[in-house]
């Protein structure tokens, strides 16, 4: 029987709900993790001025092995997005569709059963 692959974006607090909020009292696998823009303004950096920014709105893909999307979710407020999938070796990227800024890293995530692999990703504004 094969796998279902649900994907909830949820903000903070998102691994405390994700269990009822995706998949009722089950034990819940997956990936969760952060987008950060850097530099977050232009220019130069001023003592104290955060060096990254939450990235809103961003297009988070999961890959398996073969390089086939999986399973999509797109960052909150925050920057956070959660993924439930079986365990398994991913890569995660951001999608910016062939743009040329932002460039972003794209991570491997291992996910083990009943766990959730976290991950960051840091995407370069392009900003100097």
Do not use: K
């Not at 903070?12 to 269990?19: K, M, N, P, Y």
């Not at 439930?84 to 070796?89: D, E, F, K, N, Q």
């Amino acid at each position: 029987m094969g796998h279902e692959i649900r994907a909830c974006v949820l903000g903070r607090g998102a691994l405390a709900v994700l269990a009822w909020a995706c998949m009722g009292a089950s034990p819940v696998t997956g990936v969760s993790g952060t987008v950060r823009m850097s530099p977050a303004g232009p220019g130069p950096q001023r003592a104290g001025e955060p060096g990254a920014a939450p990235y809103r709105g961003a297009a988070v893909q999961l890959r398996d092995a073969r390089g086939s999307v999986v399973a999509r979710a797109t960052t909150d407020e925050q920057g956070q997005f959660t993924l439930v999938v079986p365990a398994g070796t991913y890569e995660v990227r951001v999608d910016v569709r062939n743009a040329a800024w932002p460039r972003c890293e794209a991570v491997e995530a291992t996910v083990h059963a009943n766990q959730i692999a976290r991950v960051a990703i840091v995407c370069d504004s392009g900003m100097r």
